[in-house]
């Protein structure tokens, strides 16, 4: 988990419209420090871009330099200088007064508003994996035993991950979250951690499910992220089991599925009918 975060290194930097955006993942929220330069006026330098006559992004932030005007649909007028707070709803326009350049930090809004420029949300094979059971052989390994079968797995997983063109987006205690383009490719990695799972007499349950989700930095998020976790959460030891999206990518690639039946899945709306990766 990370503490300290800088503008100076930010996760993504996007020009758009006149305005110059540093975005950050932080704390579950992408931060944005936005620089609209002397003269800058939403419905000179935006509207051609995006369309619209007002702008309908909802905007939380502080002012942290220079000055802003914002005008709402009823014709009220607001001006920000440093130091002040704000929540601007949809239906207004904006522009920079002064001789000054207007900064501002917002943790709503500014995705939005730069959609255009650049999306951050992609389609992704998402395969979570977890030890079962796990505290119970911690126990009777022990600690140092412990830690150093986990060192092993985690080494392993990496390049099983690397030979099949995934990318590891976090651990998540004594399991892990990757990425990859390719569903084939992602259920093919599990079964690769099954076995080299088996090989150190350790027993994973694995989850693949494929969905749309939003770049946040090297994080992935989204409501695909949550599903992907609750297939994995329903599987037993040793077993991998696949949303029907993930089924459908794979026809022709040579792996098998049976039906493993409707579940409930914690969290998710309705019935889920989820495929179990044949050996």
Known sequence: MEIKRSFDEPDETVEFGGVTQQLISLGGL?????????????????????????????????????????????????????????????????????????????????????????????????????????????????????????????????????????????????GMLASFDAAAAAVRCSLALRQLSASQDIAVRLGVHVGEVELAGDDVRGITVHEAARIMAAAGAGEILVSEQVLLLCQGSGLAFEDAGEHELKGVPDRWRLYRVAT
Request: aromatic share 10%; charged share 20%.
């Open 30 to 174: 992408t931060l944005s420090r936005s620089v609209q330069p002397v003269g800058w006026d939403w419905q000179v330098h935006f509207q051609p871009l995006v369309g619209g006559t007002w702008c309908q992004a909802h905007h939380v932030g502080a002012m942290i330099a220079g000055r802003q005007v914002v005008r709402m649909m009823d014709g009220t007028k607001y001006e920000f200088r440093p130091g002040d707070l704000f929540d601007v709803p949809p239906g207004h326009v904006g522009w920079t007064v002064g001789d000054e350049d207007s900064v501002a930090i917002e943790w709503s809004g500014m995705r939005q508003w730069v959609g255009g420029a650049r999306t951050n949300r992609v389609l992704a094979s998402l395969l979570f994996s977890d030890i079962v059971d796990s505290t119970a052989t911690a126990t009777r390994l022990g600690d140092a035993r412990w830690h150093d079968l986990l060192s092993v797995h985690y080494h392993q997983a990496q390049e099983a991950i690397d030979r099949f063109g995934g990318r590891r987006i976090t651990t998540t205690g004594d």
